[in-house]
């Protein structure tokens, strides 16, 4: 039985010989595409449980591919693979839509144990039951990634929610940044720091139909979901 369907786009046809090879052996159906554009038609005809991407790829780019498949799902995984290490690109990754990056050159233990933790968050999220929190006159519905309030619907990306999830899980309780990374990224990394800030700001915007429900900032420390 297969682990997962993955996605790989990388043009380097050796490294992806290489990692399609170690993941076949790990138990994963995985379909390789040489470029972007190949492996926006493959995502479109087929579902995926996680998309490994590179960046620099002929014809479409990662980060225009993780645009298009966000767009389409909020769901699936999306881990960088990329020679890329400037503090830019990776942001620019986090802003389209990206979970994670792996630089080049990795170890496949390492790809594996990073997909690993993905997928096993994934199957949890699927498999969890409606769960509805009340957050003043706000309710949020974590399986519909929506929030309901009195005058409008606002709808959420799996990544907002999962955030929202965690804070709404533990209101009124200052939480740590590294605790927040952790749980809700899978790891303390400092650019995913710099992501989770873009969606702090993105939840605080979501969260204003009702001004009592505030999503402190704990300077040198961590955030607090104020409810009342």
């Given at each position: 039985?297969?682990k997962?369907?993955?996605l790989?786009?990388?043009?380097?046809?050796?490294?992806?010989?290489?990692?399609?090879?170690?993941?076949?052996?790990?138990?994963?159906?995985v379909?390789?595409?040489?470029?972007?554009?190949?492996?926006?038609q493959?995502?479109?005809?087929r579902?995926?449980?996680?998309?490994?991407?590179d960046?620099?790829?002929p014809?479409?780019?990662?980060?225009s591919?993780t645009?298009?498949i966000?767009?389409?799902?909020?769901?699936?995984?999306?881990?960088?693979?990329?020679?890329k290490?400037?503090?830019s690109d990776?942001?620019?990754?986090?802003?389209?839509?990206?979970?994670?990056?792996?630089?080049k050159?990795?170890s496949?233990?390492?790809?594996?144990?990073?997909m690993?933790v993905?997928?096993?968050r994934?199957?949890?999220?699927?498999?969890?039951?409606?769960?509805?929190y009340?957050l003043?006159?706000l309710k949020?519905?974590?399986?519909?990634l929506?929030?309901?309030?009195?005058?409008e619907?606002?709808?959420?990306?799996?990544?907002?929610?999962?955030?929202?999830?965690f804070?709404?899980?533990h209101?009124?309780?200052i939480?740590?940044?590294?605790?927040?990374l952790?749980?809700?990224?899978?790891?303390d990394?400092?650019?995913?720091?710099?992501s989770?800030?873009v969606f702090?700001?993105k939840?605080?915007?979501?969260?204003?139909a009702d001004?009592?429900?505030?999503?402190?900032?704990?300077?040198?420390?961590?955030?607090?979901?104020?409810?009342?």
């Amino acid at each position: 039985m297969s682990k997962g369907k993955v996605l790989l786009a990388e043009d380097d046809l050796a490294l992806s010989f290489v990692i399609k090879d170690n993941l076949q052996d790990a138990g994963y159906d995985v379909t390789h595409c040489p470029d972007g554009e190949v492996a926006w038609q493959q995502f479109q005809k087929r579902a995926f449980d996680i998309c490994l991407l590179d960046i620099n790829m002929p014809v479409r780019d990662g980060f225009s591919l993780t645009k298009k498949i966000r767009q389409q799902s909020d769901v699936v995984p999306i881990l960088f693979i990329t020679a890329k290490s400037m503090e830019s690109d990776k942001i620019t990754g986090f802003k389209a839509g990206a979970d994670d990056y792996i630089t080049k050159p990795f170890s496949m233990q390492e790809l594996l144990m990073r997909m690993d933790v993905f997928l096993r968050r994934s199957k949890k999220l699927s498999s969890d039951t409606q769960l509805e929190y009340n957050l003043g006159k706000l309710k949020f519905v974590t399986t519909e990634l929506k929030i309901y309030a009195p005058d409008e619907i606002v709808s959420l990306t799996q990544k907002e929610a999962d955030l929202l999830k965690f804070f709404a899980q533990h209101t009124n309780k200052i939480l740590k940044r590294e605790e927040v990374l952790l749980n809700v990224w899978g790891k303390d990394d400092y650019f995913l720091g710099r992501s989770m800030d873009v969606f702090i700001t993105k939840l605080r915007k979501h969260l204003k139909a009702d001004p009592s429900v505030v999503l402190e900032t704990i300077h040198g420390v961590g955030f607090r979901l104020n409810v009342p």
